[in-house]
């Protein structure tokens, strides 16, 4: 059985909901029989069901369709971040079943605290929790493959943390990137779908970018993701040179300098100082504490938004008249602001493109950062290139 059929097959099934043998015959470019065959394993894999479709108009034997199964089986979708771990319980088409969100422990060792969480949810729901298919820990940080490496935010992580986790449980444990998964939950599920020149760039504690031009991402050998912590930028505007004294001054200026948490941070700090409330927990209820100031017209505030769009503008600048993007989506936690935000960096961005003719769409995110459908990309990508049906099938 070629796994690489299968999988296409499957994720046709999944794509169109309920459709026939005929047409997927017809969709694939497969001959019934060989459809015939790989419909047959999936339905005795249990991975999809028959289903009747009754015309209404014309009499006689009901229509025989192909849909996903939500008898049999199960993934988890989990979502590590700094501060928590979001684990949620999900049928094959990506309907949330059960969530569960628990505080990070850092008495323990990551590997021992996820370990265990998982282990209490499954306890907790072991009724729903049979016949589990594979779990995806989706982590907000960076994964290095080329030099085997894993950073939550900017802490290193063992990088053997798959095999020790893997060590615990039967099935598959994929551990994937949070912004690759993301960018390939938006481009096949959210906002960026049927759309194939595209810039994706997320900023947070890190600064990730990627480029889909003419329905390709753009990527190397090394990492999907664009490297542009170090993009030195003009002084935009006189906070430019107010932050960023703890690096040398020549990496003043560099775009993570710049527009990362760490600077936003900074300009809080600096803009903000009479304003901010003595008893804010930590560094990133700044960014809310911010957002809220400039919704409530607080000058300051509005001026650091202004600068950090214009920093962006200036980057988006250059990569969307080389690329001829279509759209920019954004995912950043100056979200809750995006009409002031996102107004500045299109008006920005729009006087600086080379053609007249060129229009360019900011869109944002269709997912928020713990939504169990970019935990559930790494999954599906195994899924379509048929690796997760190798021990199922016979």
């Known amino acids: 059985m070629n796994l690489q059929h299968l999988g296409s097959i499957y994720r046709l099934i999944e794509q169109f909901e309920l459709i026939s043998r005929i047409d997927l015959s017809k969709i694939s470019g497969f001959a019934p029989a060989s459809i015939t065959n790989l419909t047959?394993?999936?339905?005795?894999?249990?991975?999809?069901?028959?289903?009747?479709?009754?015309?209404?108009?014309v009499r006689g034997r009901p229509a025989v369709g192909i849909c996903l199964s939500p008898f049999y089986w199960h993934y988890l979708a989990v979502t590590l971040s700094e501060k928590s771990l979001d684990i949620s319980l999900c049928e094959l088409n990506g309907k949330l079943v059960r969530h569960l969100q628990v505080a990070l422990d850092k008495n323990v060792t990551l590997e021992a605290f996820i370990g265990n969480a998982i282990q209490a949810f499954l306890k907790k729901y072991h009724e729903e929790t049979n016949h589990i298919l594979a779990c995806s820990l989706c982590i907000l940080g960076r994964i290095d493959k080329f030099e085997k490496r894993v950073y939550l935010g900017s802490e290193e992580l063992n990088p053997d943390l798959q095999e020790?986790?893997?060590?615990?449980?039967?099935?598959?444990?994929?551990v994937a990137e949070h912004f690759s998964m993301w960018t390939f939950a938006e481009s096949h599920l959210g906002n960026a779908i049927n759309c194939d020149?595209?810039?994706?760039?997320?900023?947070?504690?890190?600064?990730?970018?990627?480029v889909l031009s003419e329905g390709k991402m753009i990527k190397n050998e090394k990492q999907k993701r664009m490297n542009i912590d170090k993009v030195s930028l003009p002084k935009i505007s006189e906070l430019s040179d107010s932050i960023a004294f703890d690096v040398p001054e020549m990496e003043r200026h560099y775009l993570y300098n710049q527009v990362s948490n760490k600077a936003i941070y900074q300009l809080v700090d600096l803009l903000l100082p009479n304003d901010l409330p003595n008893d804010?927990?930590?560094?990133?209820?700044?960014?809310?504490?911010?957002c809220e100031q400039a919704q409530q017209g607080n000058g300051e505030a509005v001026r650091i938004i202004h600068h950090?769009?214009?920093?962006?503008?200036?980057?988006?600048?250059?990569?969307?008249?080389?690329?001829?993007?279509?759209?920019i989506?954004?995912?950043?936690?100056?979200?809750?602001?995006?009409?002031?935000?996102?107004?500045?960096?299109?008006?920005?961005?729009?006087?600086?493109?080379?053609s007249d003719e060129q229009q360019v769409e900011i869109i944002t995110s269709k997912f928020s950062w713990n939504d169990p459908a970019?935990?559930?990309?790494?999954i599906k990508q195994k899924l379509y290139n048929g690796e997760l049906f190798a021990n199922l099938v016979r």
């Open 329 to 354: 989506m954004i995912n950043t936690r100056l979200l809750s602001v995006k009409d002031l935000f996102l107004q500045r960096l299109a008006l920005k961005l729009q006087d600086a493109l080379l």
């Open 308 to 327: 950090l769009a214009d920093n962006v503008s200036y980057l988006l600048m250059y990569l969307t008249n080389i690329f001829a993007s279509e759209k």
């Open 197 to 210: 020149n595209v810039i994706f760039l997320q900023f947070d504690d890190a600064i990730n970018i990627s």
């Open 374 to 378: 970019i935990a559930s990309s790494a």
């Open 280 to 290: 804010l927990p930590n560094d990133e209820s700044k960014i809310r504490f911010l």
């Open 164 to 174: 020790a986790l893997q060590a615990g449980f039967k099935f598959p444990i994929i």
């Open 40 to 57: 047959r394993e999936l339905i005795n894999s249990q991975f999809v069901i028959e289903r009747a479709v009754q015309n209404t108009i």
